[in-house]
Structures are given as C-alpha cells and as structure tokens.
C-alpha cells in the first residue's frame, strides 16, 4: 500500500478510530507449534510474534479478561475435507495429536479458558466463540496470533460482524510474508478494527482501568 | 506480494488448483452506484470492472445459472449502526433509496434473481444467501464485484466456510486501490479461491458444458 | 405433557432457574396483522397476547431497554422461496408491502429501535440481530410475539445458542393452537428458557433496578 | 394436539408435502448411550429408535449417503458453559471420555463419516455440519437421533434454515417423553419437514433409486 491508496482511503471517511470499550477479552489465534515454524506454515514475524504474545498473555490474565483460544484441527481420516484443506493440502498434518497443532508452550491456556477447534480461517466459523463472548457481555476483542494475512484478518472481520470491536495488537500477530502482514493490516486499519502495537494498547483507558 | 512470499506459499504447501464443479452460481456482490463512483467508494479498476460483468452476467444468465446479489444498505434512522459504520461513517449514505445505494443500471437484477441487503463486508453474513445456494445444490459460487480488498475478500472467504467453491473472476472484481486489489487476489489465490480471468474461465469444462 | 412428563424432566435434573442478568433488551418476533387475525395466521390466543404485549412494549421503553422487532417477509417475485415456504405456501402474502405482513399498529416501532426481516422461523437466522444484541452487551433477552411453537420456540433455542439468556412473557406469546403453545412453553421451560408471566416478569430484580 | 389444532392448521394452508429430492445425507443425532439410558437422558421410546435407527444406517451406507453424526459435548474444565447447561446442568456428565457421551456401539460412526460435536441443541450450531453437506450437494438430510423434542426438532429446523429438506423417520427419533415427541412431530410436519415411518421412507422414489 502507497500514500496514494491512504488518501483515497482518507478521502472517502474510511480509517475512523474506533472507541475501546470494556469488557475486552483476548483471542489468541492458532498460535500452534506449526504455525511458528518455518518448515512447516511458519516464517517471516510469525515467532517474534508469540513470543511478544507471552506479554499480552499475562496482562490479559492479570485483568481477569476472558480469555479464548482457536486451534486449527483436522480429523484423522479427513472426513472433515474442505474446499480449504484443497486448497493447502498440508493442512492435514493438523490433526488432534500432533505436535505442530499444539498451542505453543510459552501460551498453554489455563483451566478455565475456551479452547475451540477449527477447519476455517476465521475463529468464529462453525465454533461457539461469538456465544460464549457474548455471554460474558464482552465487547471488546483483543486478538494476537497468526498468521495476519490468514486467520487473523478472517477472524477480525468476524469479530466485527458478530458485534465485538476488534483490537489487533500488531506485534502480536505475524505471517510467514511481511509483505502480506502490512497489506492485511492496511485493510483492518482501514475498514476492520482498531489497530495498535502492545505498547500503544497498555496505555488506553479500557486497558489501565 | 513479491517473489519471496511466492517461494514460501508455494515450499509450504500453498495455492493448489480448485477443481471447478457444477451446478455454478453467479454473485455479483455490491455493484451499486457508490462503489464505482470514484466520488463516493469507487475509483481504482472499480468501474472497468463492473463493466467487464456486464459480459459475465450475459453468460451466466444463459447457462441458466442462479444469480444472486448483495447490496450494503441501512436503515435511514441508522438504528443497524454497526462497528463497521463506526469505521466507516461515509456510508450510511448507503440508505435503501438512495442513488448511491442501487445497483448500476448495466447490472439491475431481473426477476427471480436473488437480492440480498446485507451490513457488513461479506454478502453471507446476516443474509439466507448461503441457505439459498444450498437449496439449489450449487457448488461453485462464481464471484464479482467490488470491493476485492473488502466486500469480494470477505465473500469469497465465506462462500469457502459455508462449502461452496469460490471462482473469481479477476477482471470482474475491482478496488479504489490497486495494490490493494493485487496483495488480497494473492491472498485468494494462495489460500481460498480460484482465479481466473473472465476469458479464462470461460474455457473450463464446468463452463462450457 | 402430563404430570409423568414433568416427573421424568426433574428426575433428570431438567428445568432449573436462570439468574435473570441486566442488561435487558426486547424482541418482539411477527406481531405482524397477518399473525393475529384467524383469517390468516391467527387465532387461539394470538390477538389476546399482542394486545397484553402493549404494556410489556411500554415497559421496555420506560427501561431503555433496546427494542428489536421481527417481520416475516418475502421476495414480491418469491425469488427467496425455501422450504418454509415450501410447507407453508399461504406464506408468499407476506410481502413487503402487504397488510398481512406490516407490524400490528399498537406496537408499532419507534425510530431507532431494529427491525430485521426474516425467511424463517427465528429472527436470529438469516438476521443481524444477535450482532446487534452483542454490541450492546445485551445479557437477557426479554420475548414477545406469535407463534409460540414457530418463531417464538426458533428465536427462543437461538437466542440461548448465541449466548443471551432468552425470558419468555408467556402471556406476551401466543398461537393458533393453544395444545401446542403448552407444549411449547414445556419444552422451553425445561430446557432453554426463563418462562413467566408478565406480572411475575416485572417483580424481578433486574427489571426494577 | 387435538383434531380442533389439525384443522386450525389445514385451513390457513399449512403442512404441504415436501418433494424429496437426491442427493440425500443421514444425520444421527446425539444417539450417545446418555440419550437411550432412562438413568442418564433416556427413557420413552428413545431406545426403541436407536435399535430402529441401525436398519436406517445400514440403508444409509449401503446407497453410499454421506452419514453424519452429532455429539453432545462439553470440556472437562466448564470453560464451555453456556444457558443450556445452566438450565440443564445434568449435561455436565457428556465429557469426551464419560462413557454417557460415546455413540451407542451398535451405531459407530465408520471412517470417513462425519462427527462433530456440540455444545448446543442443534447438530449445526457452532459446528461445520450444513458447510459439509453442501459442498457435497446434499438436498435431503434425513434425521433419527435423540430427543424429539429437543436436539432433533432443533436440528430439523437448522436443517430447513441451511437450506436442506429434512425428512424425519418418525420411529428412529426417540424421547424421555412420549407426549412431547407426538407434540414435537405435529410442529414438524405441519411446518419443517416431511416425517415418514422407516417403512414410508424406503418406498419413497428418491430412496429407491
């Protein structure tokens, strides 16, 4: 994205900031051991990424927010198949059990916080998770997670559309493509979400209350 | 997008071809006034775009297939205020009644084509457009519109959840902004769709048939 | 449902209480002409409830409390024809237009308050209206309408899923038939739902705080 | 539901035939020991449908219908309560291992059938169960499972909102009480779906095809 797509956008009211209400929660999105690795769907800021995500974590836990996780799961014997795992047939090594679909150790979910499995980019997809946000009366959504181009942005929109503000924590989400990372931040910013890096979001009044 | 990211999509697993299945469909998601109106959300490839539909529509009306549309409207008294209007206050000017509002003139809908009114990007989400589709037993949502980086990505990444096959049509699908256009069809092809060019596909054996 | 029923539900540990959690809203599901008139959808104690839901109407705008509404509309060129449609022919007269379908006048919608417009049975499906209901962390949703073993019991078991706590006014509900209004009441009772009387609605707590 | 319902219903023109039309798609609803042992979730007819519904499986595989099973599911930790275990709290017991939350072994699911669990009434909400038919063109689901007046009729009316034309097979659906199973198949047929016996169902044309 150029400055002459920001003045179009600016030209045309997009990109407005959007006000952080409490009671915010956090999703942290396939943060997987796969998806951190390079050899398998990892790469580009996707590490430094969870690894800043440990920070945002804590500061969650320490308010007391709800807190959710999605992992990306298929089933054994594929009878799960979909138009996306045709499209990444890789996808398959995802199954319950193995390694490279497990949260990430430094990010284990504690007793008590949502874990919903996935077959779909966004983290709302054939899961409870709008219902289980809405029954805590959350309206904001602070996500971390990978990968930005993918299940972020997808589950950004949904966050939206399901009637929670999305907060993007921008050094918490990363992708195997910087160049695809900034292109999908530019859209969220633009149309989508609040955007902020986590030193940026300590600091708002939703967050220190 | 540059060539690095390809290399990583492609070493991971990315990108593979979608076979293209009939029945197909046609979506023509939010070709109104305002979104080829450079004044008001158009500009870019935008207008070219709703242009080159003209000829899709012909072809997929035709072939008899079910063609469906989406438009973004809200209530007058702004009672469906949503975050995406919070984001994007410009437009509600998108009332139902307004000019900007309807769907150009080269494109109008003919009876007993579908017409979804829909608040936020993608044309599935709070609409029966899904249920629709199903009943027919579509399997192959051909897609344009505008706009790629908003309205089309997001539709597109809904009509693969929802367990159709998505085919855009790349120079039927158009953005204010074209690097914005070009860094989400990357993302499309890479994880959710097949793109083609119109003349493209209409030499698939699902088309010609 | 006799006396054995109800022993076979407790027995099984069916049918506790649910706390009652501000804050509240109102949705009042097709109190359109069409479903109190017996010439058309009517009939039983369907009139009978709308008229006492005029006070329920007032109580919520006392409140504050958002107000949604539901009408059951279809396509003038039945292009949106489902299997509902399919079941229930007589259906089609609800148009947009149409006297059958407009909502009855003594509960007649303010500015600001939400409508959504639906195909089927729940005024969830196909509608914004749990998005809507989540913005406003809304907790309790408070039910009014016709009928009571149709759109009543689909927006009630929807309501539950997307997390709201769904509070049917029984005597704010009504039906065609009123065997199946008791049975319906039952089952919603025992499994999704606070059930009670509009005099017993306003001495809870959290309706008078 | 007395004759007086039936005719209220007849004359405002409801309960019209539904044509069942291939491809069809078997969906077992919640038939987990839980839900056929009258010490757990059982009683009434429901067991007496299980052992029915094995004849119907058999059929199923043998015209090579996808076969679709649902599982009533919660997490060991609560992390998932929702308004349906606060009303039913009981339901806690269906964790993944508890031997109450495991498929009646005379109905296992086979490899390559689907098996998605739920936290809700309905077999599709929160899962990817209507995304699944549809990318495989399924127009008819018939439903057997348990109970009739709760996950079955939830799952009918989620069946004919997504789209498909549910046909209930009326001795492979089972509930604790029989009065409310007779209550629940009136609303069925004169609103959702055709409701056949298994013997009905076999000498239909889409079936014996």
């Given at each position: 994205m150029n400055s002459r797509s920001e003045d179009v956008y600016a030209d045309q009211g997009f990109g407005q900031?959007?006000?952080?209400v409490s009671p915010l929660a956090l999703l942290v999105v396939d943060f997987q051991n796969g998806f951190v690795d390079p050899a398998v769907f990892g790469g580009g800021n996707a590490a430094e990424a969870a690894a800043k995500a440990k920070g945002l974590l804590a500061l969650a836990r320490e308010h007391g927010w709800p807190v959710a996780y999605s992992r990306c799961v298929y089933a054994d014997d594929r009878s799960d198949a979909n138009v996306f795992t045709e499209k990444i047939p890789s996808s398959y090594v995802l199954t319950e059990n193995a390694p490279e679909s497990q949260i990430v150790d430094s990010l284990a979910p504690m007793e008590g916080e949502l874990v919903v499995r996935k077959q779909?980019?966004?983290?709302?997809?054939?899961?409870?998770?709008?219902?289980?946000?809405?029954?805590?009366?959350?309206?904001?959504?602070?996500?971390?997670?990978?990968?930005?181009?993918?299940?972020?942005?997808?589950?950004?929109?949904?966050?939206?559309?399901?009637?929670?503000?999305?907060?993007?924590?921008?050094?918490?989400?990363?992708?195997?493509?910087?160049?695809?990372?900034?292109?999908?931040?530019?859209?969220?910013?633009?149309?989508?979400?609040?955007?902020?890096?986590?030193?940026?979001?300590?600091?708002?009044?939703?967050?220190?209350?």
């Open positions: 900031d959007l006000e952080i779909f980019p966004s983290a709302f997809f054939g899961t409870t998770l709008a219902s289980w946000l809405a029954r805590q009366g959350v309206k904001t959504v602070v996500v971390a997670g990978a990968t930005t181009s993918g299940c972020i942005r997808a589950s950004v929109v949904d966050a939206m559309c399901h009637g929670f503000i999305p907060l993007v924590v921008e050094d918490c989400v990363g992708d195997r493509s910087v160049a695809q990372h900034d292109a999908n931040l530019f859209d969220m910013k633009m149309k989508y979400a609040a955007v902020k890096t986590f030193d940026e979001m300590k600091e708002l009044d939703a967050v220190k209350q």
